[in-house]
Each structure stands twice: as structure tokens, then as C-alpha cells.
């Protein structure tokens, strides 16, 4: 197992607002999902950080998933399907558990009524 050096900052940013896609590469609903949230981030600019993580290949981000599982007691991995997490502050406040469900309209008044009223 690798390790990130000490100065690279961590996968999850713990201050201001992001979404953060969770990518499984075995995972056809992920890919699908990863498609929705692309053509979301491209469509919409908002001030926020747009993040791909692929915890399967990520240690610091999985374990950031995991923390947050026990911390908000759900599913957030979305059981590989590609969830889509609003997080603020490095911690998760709302969620799309099977993004592949959604479409970009559907994606952007999810994001306003959890982070765009910041």
C-alpha cells in the first residue's frame, strides 16, 4: 500500500464547499453517474470544488469515506453505484446516493438546496 507524503493535501477538502463524485471503475453505474456529473460541472459554474475520487485507488480518500459512514450512519459509498456528496468544511452534508438515476436539472436543484445557499 502507498501512502501520500505528508505535504500533499488531502482528497477532501476540509475548508469551503465541494461535490465530490465517488468513482468505481468496475462499477457501470458509476460510469454512468460519472458522465451525469461531468456534463453538470461543465454546465454550471458555481464556487464551489468539483472532485472526481476513486477511493478504490485513493487510501486517504477511502478513509475519509469510511469516517464519514460511521459518522453520518449511511451508506455514503452508495454500494458502488456512484454517489454524489455535498460536503462543507471536509464533512458530509447531503447526498445523491445513485447518481446514474438523476439528470443534470435534477443534479443542479439538488446542489441549490444543499449548497447553494451558502
Known amino acids: ?26 462499477s457501470g453505474q458509476s460510469r454512468q453517474g460519472k458522465c451525469v456529473f461531468e456534463e453538470w ?26 469516517a464519514e459512514c460511521h459518522r453520518t450512519r449511511l451508506p455514503l459509498h452508495g454500494g458502488g453505484h456512484g454517489s454524489l456528496l455535498w460536503v462543507r468544511g471536509g464533512r458530509v452534508i447531503d447526498w445523491i446516493e445513485k447518481l446514474f438515476r438523476c439528470d443534470v436539472a435534477q443534479v443542479e436543484e439538488h446542489y441549490r438546496r444543499s449548497l447553494g445557499n451558502a
Not at 500500500?1 to 471503475?25: H, N, Q
Open 1 to 26: 500500500m502507498s501512502t501520500a507524503p505528508p505535504d500533499e493535501p488531502p482528497p477532501i477538502p476540509r475548508d469551503g464547499d465541494a461535490a465530490v463524485f465517488l468513482d468505481w471503475a468496475w
Open 41 to 66: 460541472a461543465g454546465q454550471f459554474q458555481h464556487p464551489i470544488r468539483a472532485l472526481i475520487v476513486t477511493p478504490d485507488d485513493d487510501e486517504a480518500a477511502a478513509r475519509w469515506l469510511v
